[in-house]
């Protein structure tokens, strides 16, 4: 099967990618998937733990210890690795592959394209939770697998940075194993450079955003460009962004007034078609944060229309999108916060939306919201209670019952199992 497999050059990117997944990806794919049939482990469950590595006549001896030392750090923590040496008889090139999976009954994350087709066809969108600690992830999937609904967990560089990658990486793991019937996407949200999402995708993201919006439109083609060249080669999708919305989340920064920098269909369209990208964040005068409208926002549909006329099937997401919900806004106030009065985005114009070509739309500050107003209610009612299961439990079940509401908001309940 090898004759398959094109000589390929060995050029200056190869040999100083420690990784050269980004060669060929598709082939190495394919032929990953033919020779895991037989072993029977899924293909996807060796996606995030495969290395390949591309050497020249195996003069470079640097690589191949590489390759050989990643193995035996595998084999020390219990996968199974098998390592292919591919070599094409007409040329001094090889590859070697490194194959590992936990057995057949090890599950895989998701990349989003299918949960898009499935969600712009049948007129739903999914909901992209961020998540920083083991209850609110835990909160977000109970009301999942409660509601058989596809998920994308996303985390923030801010994320990254409080809980660390691989502390995330494990409870989303935990998550993917517990809940075979659920399609789970592990997605980078607000992605600021190329290096960021690179890292990224190296670190096994199916999903990743590159938010270029603060560039010209040029300079957010262009760097846009160059994360969807690499994620695409090792097999991972990327979202962008393209119009600002006001408010502010983490260290994203908005505009003032979110009405003068809607999307553009026409840059929109022009955007999608040069950088390839496979869904895009749109502004429709929707706002980050908590603090977003003095009175209910008229959403620009006629933005999403437009865009979705002239390219119908391709997915748009929706920040800013939080509606800040009274209930908990109330809660917070009650015992001892201190939320000015605001509105977020009405839930029947998220419906709307995710009728139409919005399939993704982000969740966090109600997330944050329901967690701070039970820990504030535990407090306040019971001031002699320091055990953090007693707090951190109720924030956990908020988050569930939110959850749950926020599934049927966007008409996504119900539809895993079409997305697997
Ligand atoms: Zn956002």
């Known amino acids: 099967m090898f004759e398959d497999f094109a000589p390929v050059p060995v050029h200056k990117r190869v040999r100083s990618a420690a990784w050269a997944g980004d060669l060929h990806w598709r082939r190495i794919r394919a032929y990953i998937e033919m020779i895991c049939r037989p072993i029977s482990i899924a293909a996807n469950t060796l996606r995030p733990a495969l290395g390949t590595g591309v050497n020249h006549n195996f003069a470079d001896k640097q690589f191949d210890k590489a390759c050989v030392r990643t193995v035996q750090y595998r084999r020390n923590r219990g996968w199974n690795c098998k390592k292919e040496v591919l070599r094409d008889a007409s040329s001094p090139v ?3 592959l490194i194959l590992m999976g936990k057995g057949p009954h090890s599950m895989a994350l998701v990349d989003t394209k299918k949960m898009f087709k499935m969600a712009y066809n049948n007129g739903y ?3 992209a939770f961020n998540v920083n600690n083991m209850e609110i992830t835990q909160g977000i999937i109970e009301a999942i697998a409660e509601e058989k609904a596809p998920l994308i967990l996303q985390i ?3 994320a990254r940075e409080y809980a660390s990658m691989s502390y995330l990486r494990a409870i989303i793991d935990v998550a993917v194993n517990e809940n075979p019937d659920i399609p789970i996407a592990m997605h980078l949200d607000h992605g600021d450079t190329f290096e960021c999402c690179k890292q990224c995708v190296d670190d096994g993201f199916t999903s990743v955003m590159i938010d270029g919006s603060h560039h010209s ?9 160059e994360v969807v060249d690499y994620a695409h080669d090792h097999g991972v999708v990327v979202e962008a962004e393209l119009g600002q919305l006001g408010g502010i989340e983490e260290d994203v920064i908005g505009v003032e007034d979110v009405s003068a920098h809607l999307t553009d269909p026409d840059q929109a369209i022009e955007f999608i078609e040069r950088t390839k990208v496979d869904s895009l964040a749109v502004a429709i ?3 980050h944060g908590a603090y977003k409208f ?14 979705g006329a002239r390219l119908p099937g391709f997915p748009l997401v929706m920040h800013g999108s939080s509606s800040v919900l009274r209930e908990f806004k109330d809660l917070i106030n009650k015992y001892g916060g201190a939320m000015p009065d605001a509105m977020g985005v009405p839930e029947d114009a998220i419906t709307e939306a995710a009728q139409m070509a919005i399939c993704k739309v982000n969740i966090d500050t109600d997330l944050r919201m329901a967690l701070t107003a039970k820990i504030r209610q535990v ?3 019971k001031p002699s209670e320091f055990d953090p299961r007693k707090y951190l439990g109720p924030g956990r079940e908020a988050i569930r019952l939110m959850v749950k509401h926020k599934l049927q908001v966007l008409r996504c309940a119900g539809r895993a199992a079409e997305c697997l």
């Open 285 to 287: 005068g929707t706002s």
């Open 94 to 96: 090889c590859f070697c």
């Open 379 to 381: 407090f306040a009612e």
């Open 217 to 225: 439109f040029e300079g957010n083609i262009k760097i846009t460009k």
């Open 125 to 127: 969108a999914v909901g």
């Open 294 to 307: 003095k009175t209910a926002p008229k959403l620009a549909i006629d933005v999403i229309e437009k865009i």
């Open 156 to 158: 923030s560089r801010g």
